[in-house]
T-cell receptor
């Protein structure tokens, strides 16, 4: 299995809602990532998990809360979002956190709309 | 610090014509270099990567790229464009390891005219 899966594909939420994005990979990768991508822009790194521990937080607002329950799963919990948080949220994984090329495999993304 | 520059935010070619997408990098150490493609409303798919094994790298869908250290370039080419090649293309650089971030260029939107 060489796939990163993400659910849901689309999500519409109000500013007072709480929702979660889910990402899963079964390639045995030990690094997982969340990116945010606005239209016509490259992905922006949000978080990196290395061996299930948070290793990078790119100064992301606390209304975004990542969680890595095990080596295959990565969640992004959302609460009290703003309309400007509407974007495509991409999950990625790579094989070796401490070395290697950092070749990342991306999921299809969740298209989030905040009303 | 690493950075990536993609010259040309939009490139338009005719079907069957040569595709050339430009990427220049700056890095204080020999980098790893990648080209990713993104089709509308989809995630990123790796086209090819340079990892110092060979300077001419062949990827999927007939694409290839040549690493030129003297020019700090990693341009992407395809001899004959197909309509299905229309997409956004991102060049990226890394020094390796998850804590060495993947730095993306601003992207080039490739249009293929019939």
């Amino acid at each position: 299995d060489t796939e990163v899966t993400q659910t849901p594909k689309h999500l519409v939420m109000g500013m007072t809602n709480k929702k979660s994005l889910k990402c899963e990979q079964h390639m045995g990768h030990r690094a997982m990532y969340w990116y945010k991508q606005k239209a016509k822009k490259p992905p922006e790194l949000m978080f990196v998990y290395s061996y299930e521990k948070l290793s990078i937080n790119e100064s992301v607002p606390s209304r975004f809360s990542p969680e890595c329950p095990n080596s295959s799963l990565l969640n992004l919990h959302l609460h009290a979002l703003q309309p400007e948080d509407s974007a495509l949220y991409l999950c990625a994984s790579s094989q070796e956190p401490s070395g290697g090329t950092n070749e990342q495999f991306f999921g299809p993304g969740t298209r989030l709309t905040v009303l | 610090a690493q950075s990536v520059t993609q010259l040309g935010s939009h490139v338009s070619v005719s079907e069957g014509a040569l595709v050339l997408l430009r990427c220049n990098y700056s890095s204080s150490v020999p980098p790893y270099l990648f080209w990713y493609v993104q089709y509308p409303n989809q995630g990123l798919q790796l086209l090819l990567k340079y990892t110092s094994a060979a300077t001419l790298v062949k990827g999927i869908n007939g694409f290839e790229a040549e690493f030129k250290k003297s020019e700090t370039s990693f341009h992407l080419t395809k001899p004959s464009a197909h309509m299905s090649d229309a997409a956004e293309y991102f060049c990226a650089v890394s020094r390796g390891g998850a804590t060495n971030k993947l730095i993306f260029g601003t992207g080039t939107l490739l249009a293929v005219q019939p």
